[in-house]
């Protein structure tokens, strides 16, 4: 599983249209592709991500490269006049789209790919206003091992917390076109994330905060739909931000990173090993959200049952047991949680959970 940062040069085609391209890049054999990016999109402007992948002549019993059509990925923006939207319903040679995510076609391909290729056309506005891409971000991975075959890792024997606004989205309401919070664990998640980073003295805390620090994580806004339930409106600012409106959802994983880049952090999809690398992320006060799958009898703790799920992983306990910001939890005084370890990494790591896909957001460096 790799994360790689490309970055590209943009050359006008006509006054409203501009290509980014960037060269292709060379990379273990993988199956899946996630691009996300990071961009300003002035009003009346928007970007198309595009991307293509193949084989090297080195994976070629032919001695030549091949490559897949290229695909589109998403057509976003942050002007809140555009809709954002993945690209569904492509048929191409060599790879499908699933949402925000470019699958190879093993069999048309030859195999795995081990080559990837991205490019964008970045639409101006009337008033002549161009878009500016400075990166884009491309995970790829094969895939995980299943459940049974899951190695589990050994704590580091560390006590960490890192203390979040704790934000439900069960109590967020409905949003005319958005559905309701019953369905916003991303953008919840994410708030809290943001509202953390945005928030320098509340990067770290003890294991059990005394009443100061367990006020100063309380939520910074209180209302929403209805206020004495613990609305957020950051949590619609962030929907509204998120939103795919071909998936008709806000949990597209490209989508909720790139809208965090725009808002200027560092964002971008990764994977990690196990829980002993995402304690060494806590450690260096770095929380990360993370995209789980479980039935109700693998992680009873929760109290529900989810085939995709984000959730805040705040830090660990001293004996490894999970401590998470969980949205799902039906009040904000719920969710601060711990989950055993084992079942955690069981519904994260797995092919039947996510691979250990994480967002990682962060301060620019």
Do not use: K
Request: with cysteine.
């Amino acid at each position: 599983m790799t994360v790689t940062h490309v970055r590209g040069e943009s050359r006008a085609l006509d006054a409203q249209v501009h290509r980014w391209q960037a060269p292709p890049v060379h990379l273990r054999v993988f199956t899946e592709a996630i691009p996300t990016w990071t961009a300003r999109t002035p009003p009346g402007t928007s970007i198309e991500i595009r991307l293509r992948v193949g084989r090297s002549a080195e994976a070629e019993p032919s001695g030549g490269s091949r490559w897949s059509d290229w695909a589109v990925l998403a057509r976003w923006s942050t002007d809140p006049g555009f809709c954002s939207t993945t690209v569904p319903g492509q048929a191409l040679h060599g790879i499908r789209v699933d949402a925000d995510t470019a699958v190879v076609d093993t069999a048309v391909l030859g195999g795995a790919a081990d080559l990837v290729e991205v490019e964008a056309l970045l639409h101006a506005a009337p008033s002549g206003a161009v878009p500016v891409l400075e990166r884009v971000s491309v995970l790829t991975r094969g895939p995980a091992p299943r459940r049974p075959e899951l190695a589990h890792s050994v704590p580091r024997g560390t006590n960490l917390e890192l203390l979040l606004p704790p934000i439900s989205q069960r109590q967020q309401g409905e949003l005319p076109g958005y559905g309701a919070g019953d369905v916003w664990c991303s953008p919840t998640s994410l708030t809290m994330l943001l509202d953390f980073l945005d928030r320098a003295d509340r990067r770290s805390g003890p294991a059990d905060p005394g009443a100061d620090d367990a006020a100063a994580a309380a939520p910074a806004t209180s209302a929403s739909g209805p206020e004495d339930e613990g609305g957020s409106p950051a949590v619609r600012t962030t929907l509204r931000g998120v939103w795919d409106h071909a998936y008709d959802g806000a949990g597209n994983w490209a989508f909720n990173t790139a809208w965090a880049a725009a808002r200027g952090y560092d964002a971008f999809l990764d994977t990690l090993p196990d829980l002993r690398a995402g304690e060494e992320l806590l450690a260096a006060g770095e929380p990360f959200i993370a995209s789980v799958t479980f039935d109700a009898a693998e992680l009873p703790e929760a109290g529900y049952e989810t085939g995709g799920h984000l959730l805040v992983v705040s830090g660990v306990t001293a004996g490894g047991d999970v401590r998470v910001h969980d949205p799902a939890a039906p009040t904000a005084a719920a969710v601060r949680r711990i989950y055993p370890r084992a079942a955690f990494e069981r519904a994260w790591l797995s092919r039947e959970g996510s691979g250990g896909l994480v967002y990682r957001v962060r301060r620019r460096r």
